[in-house]
């Protein structure tokens, strides 16, 4: 279970902000998820939960600036993200991935 000391604290310095606190969330829990999931639902593989209740809080606070803030932005790169840890890479425009590169 990740403590609130374990989730990056998300500074607005800009759009690149967003995709930067993304890609530490990951290095640091090994977790990537949508940003309209509820922390508090999201879990292990044995059923238990991955945040503390104040992490949960961090995140939902991170989670909802960025999203009013920046809009499908957030959504766009927290999938970049999610694609990376996957083993894709973003080839050209149109939202297109390709494995292995």
Known sequence: MYSVTEIPHWQDSGAASIGDW???????TGTVFHPDDAPAEIVDPDGDACFTVE???KLETAL?????R???LAYAEAHK??????????AGAGNEWVRGL
């Open 81 to 90: 993200v999610f694609m990376a840890s996957l083993g894709w890479t973003e």
């Open 22 to 28: 993304w890609r530490e969330m990951a290095e640091r």
């Open 64 to 68: 909802n600036s960025m999203v009013q």
């Open 55 to 57: 992490a949960c809080e």
């Open 70 to 72: 920046y809009g499908d």
